[in-house]
T-cell receptor, first 113, second 112 residues
Framework: ETGVTQSPTHLIKTRGQQVTLRCSSQSGHNTVSWYQQALGQGPQFIFQYYREEENGRGNFPPRFSGLQFPNYSSELNVNALELDDSALYLC????????????FGEGSRLTVL | DAKTTQPNSMESNEEEPVHLPCNHSTISGTDYIHWYRQLPSQGPEYVIHGLTSNVNNRMASLAIAEDRKSSTLILHRATLRDAAVYYCILRDVGGSQGNLIFGKGTKLSVKP
């Protein structure tokens, strides 16, 4: 059983650019959530996808968007990057939207210059 | 989701028990209490969760006060690998599992 994998692990972008982060969910999991974690802070919920549809969103602007594919993998897209978008982006998967446990990947570290 | 309050940091000695407190005085009857931990340079890791009764698993025990306004995560014998930030989170039973509200957590240091 493979865990949650994320790519890339690190990347550097400049302000105004766009970025796509990818996540493969744990085998058998149909729900993916994305979180943003700034340095020294706890993770903040961005949104959740269940069976290819957005199923809940946190307080993030529309330039943060996502997709979930039929194999339940997911992408997080961020347009018009700002310096404050520099953070660790975490993906988590679960079986169903109300299961008791989220499984997190190790994250993608984004630096915006 | 209701808020939780945790100490910013705690220290423990290796092989001794650790009791990590969490206050959640505004908890509602349908809020589960979840604990996650985050080791350095890793994503958060599920530890345990419960609703009303105390819970045990291979990693830890969760003791929930009778009025549910506080809980304690118990690591029975701390190891160096337990050094992490521990998050206490409330989640409504009817809410989306994916939407966990993390605070700043408690940074646990374990001394050899």
């Amino acid at each position: 059983e493979t865990g949650v994998t994320q790519s890339p692990t690190h990347l550097i972008k400049t302000r105004g650019q766009q970025v796509t982060l990818r996540c493969s969910s744990q085998s058998g999991h149909n729900t993916v959530s994305w979180y943003q974690q700034a340095l020294g802070q706890g993770p903040q919920f961005i949104f959740q996808y269940y069976r290819e549809e957005e199923n809940g969103r946190g307080n993030f602007p529309p330039r943060f968007s996502g997709l979930q594919f039929p194999n339940y993998s997911s992408e997080l897209n961020v347009n018009a990057l700002e310096l404050d978008d520099s953070a660790l982006y975490l993906c988590a998967s679960s079986q169903g939207v109300a299961s008791g446990e989220l499984f997190f990947g190790e994250g993608s570290r984004l630096t915006v210059l | 989701d209701a808020k939780t309050t945790q100490p910013n940091s705690m220290e423990s000695n290796e092989e001794e028990p650790v009791h990590l407190p969490c206050n959640h005085s505004t908890i509602s009857g349908t809020d589960y209490i979840h604990w996650y931990r985050q080791l350095p340079s890793q994503g958060p890791e599920y530890v345990i969760h419960g609703l009303t009764s105390n819970v045990n698993n291979r990693m830890a025990s969760l003791a929930i006060a009778e009025d549910r306004k506080s809980s304690t995560l118990i690591l029975h014998r701390a190891t160096l690998r337990d050094a992490a930030v521990y998050y206490c989170i409330l989640r409504d039973v009817g809410g989306s599992q994916g939407n966990l509200i993390f605070g700043k957590g408690t940074k646990l240091s374990v001394k050899p």
